[in-house]
């Protein structure tokens, strides 16, 4: 099956960046949309991007829209979410997931990673 790796969270201080990673082991990412979401303790779980299979098509949460892009390398089988102006509430555990579906953040997603942890605190 097709399992996804999340790297490159840790502390940052507020105002700090992050780059996070997705990494696909035993698929290619080619034919997925892919998502990412958070998670906070006591919160729901919250849809923050998505990249459609080519690319072509990116989606993002009012809440980060304008400090977040997402982007992908197929060739590296790789999805990234590059995080600036980070602010404490985005103090979370972020999960990326692939779906065969449209890049649409309400959508159900069919694989998950095991999640990084994000903490953004002076």
């Known amino acids: 099956q097709l399992q996804l790796v999340e790297s490159g969270g840790g502390l940052v201080q507020p105002g700090g960046s992050l780059r996070l990673s997705c990494a696909a082991s035993?698929?290619?990412?080619?034919?997925?949309?892919i998502g990412w979401f958070r998670q906070a303790p006591g919160k729901e779980r919250e849809g923050v991007s998505c990249?459609?299979?080519?690319?072509?098509?990116?989606n993002y949460a009012d809440s980060v829209k304008g400090r977040i892009t997402i982007s992908r390398d197929n060739a590296k089988n790789t999805v990234y979410l590059q995080m600036n102006s980070l602010k404490p509430e985005d103090t979370a555990i972020y999960y990326c997931?692939?779906?065969?579906?449209?890049?649409?953040?309400?959508?159900?997603?069919?694989?998950w990673g095991q999640g990084t942890q994000v903490t953004v605190s002076s």
């Open positions: 997931a692939a779906t065969f579906d449209y890049c649409v953040l309400g959508t159900e997603y069919d694989y």
């Open positions: 035993g698929f290619t990412l080619d034919y997925y949309t």
């Open positions: 990249i459609s299979s080519s690319g072509g098509v990116t």
